[in-house]
């Protein structure tokens, strides 16, 4: 099986400094485990323009890196009897779509899939409300495709979160922040994620920045008037953090996210602990979705069910990208995989975003092969 050794870790370690000097953000964190034993454990630069010291335990926003944690959800769900893949949503949420309209042959499937014709509306514009569970049901239930369902992947940016997260509420009776904490942090040891920050716990969550083209964290400036750093002072705003957004408002660690794909690349069970069974997760990491022009990202995509899956050329998988390998992208250079063929868990968080994307993807891909060449030697 797969080792590193002290060699492969400096090597790592000076690739990992490496692109911290570049500077496309102010902090990072490298976590990856091999055979469910963590065997990289990086930290660091600072957690703002002004911060301290980025350390492991140092909490990021994961953005859409928390959507396979919102899947998983569903997914135990599913296991559980509570729902299948190809039921309407309807049969679990009857006011998501009036009887005999096109919205109402939407598929949990489907919704995992991003293939649900609903990926984007006015909603998404809406930050304001986003921290009101009851108009995010609404907004849901108002929305109709723009796409017919089944037929276009075209990414979910935000409706993923607010469809899984209603899912998961009706089909356990609990809000879907914390179905997730019950039953997949907690059980997994994952102590410092959650959907959201609570409303009585400090925000000690890194200070995200907006950079210009070709700006580097020596001298960001403020970035006024582009999406990046729009993005940055939304998601830096205390009712934003505070909302439950499964779709985008993750907090968590490298080590933490690590952990999770080492759990599913290994069948869904770690150290004891299972959070899936080995048939759903080979149901969950397949392809069932795949485009050369995404409705939404207008790029190659392949999504598994609440996973992408890898194998396209130039994904942030990596030149070694297989199918078989699945993970998920959030803003900026933030990355998790699982490899189920080497038994590896892969993270890398940072705190800065930009509009430049492909430069985040050949950071993360550059990342990407780094470790999977250490592993491979």
Request: hydrophobic share 35%; charged share 25%; proline share 5%.
């Amino acid at each position: 099986m797969p080792r590193l050794t002290e060699s492969d870790r400096q090597q790592l370690r000076a690739e990992f400094d490496r692109q911290l000097d570049v500077g496309l953000h102010h902090g990072a964190q490298l976590a990856v485990y091999v055979d469910g034993e963590r065997v990289v454990d990086f930290a660091g630069g600072t957690t703002g323009p002004d911060g301290g010291e980025t350390t492991p335990e140092t909490r990021h926003l994961v953005f859409s890196c928390t959507k396979p944690y919102a899947g998983v959800g569903l997914h135990q769900l599913v296991e559980d009897g509570k729902a299948d893949y190809d039921d309407p949503v309807v049969d679990h949420w009857p006011e998501f779509a009036d009887a005999g309209t096109q919205k109402a042959d939407i598929t949990v499937r489907q919704v995992l899939s991003h293939t649900a014709g609903i990926p984007y509306g006015e909603f998404d514009d809406a930050a304001e409300q986003w921290g009101d569970w009851d108009a995010v049901v609404q907004a849901m239930e108002d929305i109709e495709p723009v796409f017919e369902p089944g037929e276009q992947p075209a990414y979910h940016t935000f409706n993923y979160g607010w469809v899984v997260g209603e899912l998961v509420h009706r089909l356990s009776g609990q809000h879907v922040d914390e179905y997730v904490a019950e039953n997949v942090f907690e059980p997994l040891g994952m102590d410092q994620s959650s959907i959201g920050l609570g409303p009585d716990e400090p925000d000690d969550v890194a200070t995200l920045s907006g950079f210009e083209m070709f700006d580097r964290c020596r001298d960001p400036g403020e970035g006024l008037g582009i999406p990046a750093a729009e993005s940055a002072a939304a998601f830096n705003d205390d009712a934003v953090r505070r909302a439950v957004i499964p779709a985008a408002n993750g907090i968590g660690t490298a080590r933490d996210m690590a952990r999770f794909y080492a759990c599913i690349a290994n069948g869904g069970e770690l150290d004891g602990t299972r959070l899936l069974e080995q048939e759903t997760v080979d149901v969950a990491t397949e392809t069932h979705a795949e485009t050369d022009s995404d409705g939404t990202l207008s790029r190659p995509a392949r999504y598994g069910l609440g996973f992408w899956t890898g194998g396209l050329a130039n994904d942030m998988f990596g030149s070694f990208s297989r199918e078989r390998m699945f993970g998920h992208a959030g803003l900026g250079s933030i990355f998790g995989w699982g490899d189920p063929d080497l038994n590896v868990g892969f993270a890398y968080v940072t705190n800065g975003i930009r509009e430049e994307s492909w430069e985040h993807a050949a950071r993360v891909a550059g990342m990407s092969d780094a470790v999977r060449l250490a592993l491979l030697e």
